[in-house]
């Protein structure tokens, strides 16, 4: 694909969550997860006046006041919103922009929505035979009746029944993001775990149906993409090595302590993807080089689900391998990020991208130009 050029400076929009903003509207910490904080915003738009003026908007809500004002006469909106309060609430700005005419970045509205449900993404892979892990879904506690539910019962009905069989099996929330919800707990290796698993995530987070599937036992891999169709690429390859299995990240000054849990885990939590231990990383980030033939299978993988979803711009794909061995693995799609993280230095997608030579102003640009292209 030809790069497009920006020949003046561009009028720009910048929609967003800001954490500290949802705090003054009273949401409580633990509903405030997924927004970003101050830094990550400042970052975004100091790349984003580097293209021309912005117009520092906010969210939804501050998006419909400033649309009953006036249309304006923005280029383009770099939509980094996350919304809130609904299943649909990624899609809830897209929606609102394409109602008027608006250019904006990232995916739209129906690819938001599709993709925010991990299950449903699944369905749709599958459905065009992409690889991807036995699995059922569990509708959201809310919806349960009120006596006499067993949610172990979905599993009788499910397409998958004889794979789900299987332990170890893994129960995750199907509608939420940045990894909350998920942990080592999640991973059940019985059924008297699964219950207790389901009921306890189900609890904690009522409203969001459940996603229950096999947990494979090979490598995983998180792959930036750039683009749309047939002109998205793959920007890089990032394998998650946990220490159980590949051993402390090179030039590590540390040891492993056994009997430590932390050092036993094979699943990539909240706490992982906010660094939280960052002088002890387990899981660790290890770069393929694009001419890696498990890189290259991975990233043809994730290009096949990106484009059957619909996803557009920029995101992430996350791949599991199915066996231990390498040479006998088939990549799985786990899931798709279509708003993925923009920490500087620390998210997997500006990392990534960051391995190939690409700074942060220069990725955000990237991002603007793909948006610009598609309205060309």
């Known amino acids: 694909m030809t ?4 020949e003046r400076p561009l009028k720009l929009a910048f929609t967003y969550d800001r954490y500290s903003d949802w705090i003054e509207e009273g ?3 633990e509903e405030c997860k997924e927004f970003q904080e101050d830094d990550t915003i400042d970052a975004l738009a100091e790349a984003l006046r580097k293209l021309g003026s912005v ?3 906010g969210g939804i809500k501050a998006l419909t006041r400033r649309l009953a004002i006036s249309k304006p006469d923005w280029d383009l909106v770099f939509n980094f919103s996350e919304g809130y309060g609904s299943i649909s609430r990624e899609a809830q700005v897209p929606s609102l922009l394409e109602s008027h005419g608006i250019p904006f970045t ?3 509205s129906a690819t938001m929505t599709l993709c925010m449900d991990k299950a449903k993404a699944k369905m749709v892979c599958e459905h065009y035979k992409i690889p991807t892990p036995p699995f059922v879904s569990i509708a959201p506690r809310i919806s349960w009746p ?5 949610p172990l019962s979905v599993f009788d009905d499910a397409i998958h029944a004889e794979a789900l069989k299987s332990f170890p099996l893994f129960v995750k929330p199907a509608t939420i993001s940045t990894g909350i919800g998920i942990g080592q707990v999640n991973k059940v290796k019985s059924r008297e775990e699964l219950a207790k698993a389901i009921e306890d995530i189900s609890t904690q987070h009522p409203k969001d149906a459940l996603l229950i599937e096999c947990f494979l036992p090979g490598r995983e891999f998180t792959v930036g993409i750039l683009g749309r169709g047939d002109d998205a690429r793959v920007v890089g390859v990032r394998e998650l090595v946990f220490i159980s299995e590949g051993g402390l990240p090179p030039n590590a000054d540390y040891v492993i302590d056994d009997s430590d849990p932390y050092f036993k885990q094979d699943v990539y939590g909240v706490g992982n993807k906010l660094g939280l231990d960052t002088k002890h990383p387990n899981p660790w980030p290890r770069d393929l080089d694009t001419s890696d033939p498990d890189a290259k299978a991975v ?3 994730a290009l096949k689900a990106w484009k059957v979803l619909g996803c557009r711009d920029a995101g992430r794909v996350d791949i599991r391998q199915d066996n231990k061995d390498s040479s006998k693995a088939v990549p799985n799609f786990i899931e798709v990020n ?11 997608f500006v990392r990534l991208a960051k391995e190939r030579g690409i700074e942060y102003d220069q990725l955000v640009g990237m991002i603007v130009r793909e948006a610009l292209e598609r309205y060309q």
């Open 27 to 29: 949401l409580a910490p």
């Open 146 to 150: 009120r006596s006499g539910f067993d």
């Open 106 to 108: 990232f995916s739209d």
């Open 299 to 301: 990233g043809e993988t």
């Open 55 to 57: 117009e520092m908007v």
């Open 3 to 6: 790069e497009i050029h920006i």
């Open 338 to 348: 279509t708003l993925a993280g923009m920490i500087p230095n620390l998210s997997d």
